[in-house]
């Protein structure tokens, strides 16, 4: 009976020791990621812009934790230009519609 709990506490010893040194932060499995860029890229026409929403919809989380950083960067440096939100060039309909 001795050996039995011995060999118990030994095989669970040995099951959680590897995860004492991992590291918290990755506990992601990319489909946060995938939310995010998904949103945050919608309204960007750029080519990379909409292949970056798409890889957010698509919701593959090895994927979007893979182009996570290059998306975010190329949306957020685009945010503004060409969306709905922008300010329309003079004469020209916004958003709501009406002539500026």
Same mark, same amino acid.
């Given at each position: 009976?001795?050996? !039995?709990? *011995?060999?118990? !506490?030994? @095989?669970?010893?040995?099951? !959680?020791? &590897?995860? =004492?040194?991992?590291? &918290?932060?990755?506990?992601?499995? /990319?489909?946060?990621?995938?939310?995010?860029?998904?949103? *945050? =890229? $919608? &309204?960007?026409?750029?080519? *990379?812009?909409?292949? =970056? $929403?798409?890889?957010? $919809?698509? %919701?593959? @989380?090895?994927?979007? !934790?893979? %182009?996570?950083?290059?998306?975010?960067?190329? =949306?957020?440096?685009?945010?503004?230009? /060409?969306?709905?939100?922008?300010? &329309?060039?003079? /004469?020209?309909? /916004?958003?709501?519609?009406?002539?500026?």
């Amino acid at each position: 009976m001795k050996k !039995l709990t *011995l060999l118990t !506490l030994l @095989g669970i010893a040995l099951v !959680l020791a &590897p995860a =004492c040194g991992e590291d &918290p932060e990755v506990t992601s499995d /990319g489909t946060a990621e995938c939310d995010e860029i998904g949103e *945050l =890229c $919608h &309204p960007v026409m750029t080519t *990379l812009g909409q292949e =970056c $929403h798409d890889i957010g $919809h698509d %919701r593959v @989380g090895s994927v979007c !934790l893979d %182009r996570y950083q290059e998306c975010k960067t190329h =949306c957020e440096s685009m945010a503004g230009e /060409g969306g709905a939100g922008g300010t &329309p060039a003079q /004469g020209t309909a /916004g958003a709501g519609g009406a002539a500026q």
